[in-house]
């Protein structure tokens, strides 16, 4: 080491970052500007490669005399062991838990992935079972028996898995013709604006049916060419058993009055105008689903026949009717729990699917505008929606808490609406995302439960009547546009809305039928 022997003071230290040597600042500065070398190892050295050591200045002060004895020596022993003891204590404490809480936040964040692994799962099974083109037969077909006007359906047939094999061919077509052009379809030029919703009146008193005792209990309405006539109409069926038709032409007269289509209460009816011809269907409660011809002698002359078939596919009452977009087949469903694929010429049930070990019965059912997905309305709260060709249950929604009463799609297919018995709300579901993406609440309901919802056609505006009040809504924003509560007390069993949505039909429990809409 090369250090300064000089007496003067201070002196700073310096050490060589090459060799290692410590010197002393002044004098190694001096030898570097004259020499440029390390003076004991010889390298080239610089002032930049010198680094300076700092020196502490800091002084223990001693203790004073009187903590030198023994006593004071093993208090402040036993002071600085007491302090030593708490950190430790207090450290431990911290240590303990920073570990539960990365525990916790271990175990939450594994069961987060867990759920979304899950749900993930539950939503490319639902998707790929909604997107399934696998046929499968559930339940074995049924034939009609010959029998004068009437064709009673409960005997199976030997060629039905050709003729479900067949209607499956035809789901399909109808399905690819319709699905393209439904979802690009604009509403019509004539289509009733929001504006014109909003001033949406009862057209005319209503109308009591005759003999409706017990309550008008389903509507629907018909618009199109018969016998090559443009026709209006709007048929009803009420608790009794019996049919009703209105001409909407004539100021919504009764054209025919008291056909005696069941022995017991009608709970749906369905129009089926096909062909230049006019059918519906009907839905009792004494199990039985019958197919009945308009005949219409003159312009304004209609009359009703004996039913053409009788099927008695189900057990228990047949609670709902849905006519596919074919308008070759339509669903039954009923208290049962049984919903069945049948054929609308002949009555001959092609598949059915049954449930009755898990729920306590149908209450409602729609089939989807694709024609492919069916959706039922269940007393057990629960919306399932069905693969019609496999008779597979696809996905549940569960979001009620009484009876599912209503069920509609959404022209588009994007949307099911849905409602109970129980709760004045409309549940709204994506079929995109097989999400509730809103509950509609009807808001200062008078009453609790909706019993009808329904899409109009256009897919602009929806219906729902709770109680004695029938509320429209405008699509997608789901603002309310109408409140037509002039139904007096008795409150509505079924609505329909008419072409365009020019007007839409209501019935109720006290026997009556109204239609509101846009004033002549």
């Known amino acids: 080491m090369f250090c300064a022997l000089s007496g003067e003071s201070p002196v700073e230290p310096v050490v060589s970052q090459k060799s290692?040597?410590?010197y002393e600042k002044r004098l190694i500065l001096k030898y570097i500007s004259e020499n440029g070398r390390d003076p004991v190892s010889g390298e080239e050295l610089t002032a930049d490669d010198l680094l300076t050591i700092k020196l502490s200045t800091k002084f223990v002060k001693p203790r004073p005399p009187a903590a030198t004895s023994i006593p004071n020596l093993l208090i402040s022993l036993q002071n600085e062991w007491d302090a030593v003891m708490l950190e430790t204590y207090q450290l431990k404490q911290q240590y303990h838990a920073a570990r539960q809480e990365l525990s916790n936040a271990l175990y939450e964040n594994d069961a987060a992935k867990r759920v979304i692994s899950r749900l993930v799962r539950e939503r490319d099974e639902a998707r790929a079972a909604l997107a399934s083109v696998q046929t499968t037969y559930a339940a074995p077909p049924a034939t009609v028996a010959n029998g004068g006007d009437q064709m009673d359906v409960d005997e199976p047939s030997n060629d039905g898995a050709a003729l479900l094999e067949q209607a499956h061919q035809k789901l399909q077509a109808t399905s690819d013709s319709l699905s393209t052009v439904r979802k690009k379809r604009k509403p019509a030029a004539m289509c009733a604006k929001p504006d014109d919703v909003k001033g949406y009146a009862q057209i005319g008193e209503g109308i009591k049916i005759k003999g409706a005792t017990k309550g008008v209990s389903a509507t629907d309405v018909f618009s199109g060419k018969v016998a090559g006539v443009d026709r209006e109409l709007v048929i009803v069926g009420d608790k009794a058993g019996h049919v009703n038709i209105l001409d909407r032409a004539q100021d919504n007269k009764l054209t025919t009055s008291h056909?005696?289509?069941?022995?017991?209460?009608?709970?749906?009816?369905?129009?089926?105008?096909?062909?230049?011809?006019?059918?519906?269907?009907?839905?009792?409660?004494?199990?039985?689903?019958?197919?009945?011809?308009?005949?219409?002698?003159?312009?304004?002359?209609?009359?009703?026949?004996?039913?053409?078939?009788?099927?008695?596919?189900?057990?228990?009452?047949?609670?709902?009717?849905?006519?596919?977009?074919?308008?070759?087949?339509?669903?039954?469903?009923?208290?049962?729990?049984?919903?069945?694929?049948?054929?609308?010429h002949t009555g001959q049930t092609l598949s059915s699917v049954s449930q009755s070990?898990?729920?306590?019965?149908f209450v409602s059912a729609q089939i989807h505008p694709d024609g492919l997905i069916l959706a039922t309305g269940g007393s057990d709260s629960i919306v399932r929606l069905w693969d019609i060709r496999s008779q597979t249950n696809v996905r549940d929604f569960e979001a009620h808490t009484g009876k599912v009463t209503g069920i509609s799609f959404s022209e588009n297919g994007y949307y099911l609406a849905t409602s109970s018995d129980t709760e004045s709300v409309v549940?709204?579901?994506?079929?995109?995302?097989?999400?509730?993406?809103?509950?509609?609440?009807?808001?200062?309901?008078?009453?609790?439960?909706?019993s009808?919802?329904?899409f109009?056609?256009?897919?602009?505006?929806?219906?729902?009547?709770?109680?004695?009040?029938?509320?429209?809504?405008?699509a997608k924003k789901w603002d309310q546009l109408a409140n037509l509560a002039t139904h007096g007390s008795s409150h509505?069993?079924?609505?329909?809305?008419?072409?365009d949505a020019k007007y839409i039909v209501s019935t109720s429990a006290d026997g009556k039928v109204f239609v509101d809409g846009l004033s002549a």
């Not at 070990?357 to 019965?361: A, E, F, Q, R």
């Open 259 to 344: 056909v005696a289509a069941h022995k017991s209460a009608i709970n749906d009816v369905v129009f089926a105008g096909k062909d230049d011809s006019l059918h519906f269907l009907t839905a009792g409660a004494d199990k039985t689903i019958k197919y009945f011809q308009v005949e219409i002698t003159g312009d304004d002359d209609y009359s009703v026949g004996a039913a053409k078939w009788v099927n008695k596919t189900h057990t228990a009452a047949v609670t709902a009717l849905s006519l596919h977009p074919s308008g070759d087949y339509f669903i039954s469903a009923g208290a049962d729990a049984t919903w069945a694929f049948n054929d609308i």
């Open 357 to 361: 070990g898990k729920i306590g019965g």
């Open 20 to 22: 290692g040597n410590i």
């Open 456 to 474: 109009d056609y256009s897919g602009q505006f929806l219906a729902a009547a709770c109680g004695d009040e029938l509320r429209i809504y405008l």
């Open 492 to 499: 509505l069993t079924d609505i329909k809305f008419g072409p």
């Open 452 to 454: 009808k919802v329904r």
């Open 427 to 450: 549940q709204l579901w994506d079929l995109r995302k097989l999400v509730n993406f809103k509950s509609l609440q009807i808001e200062d309901a008078k009453t609790t439960g909706v």
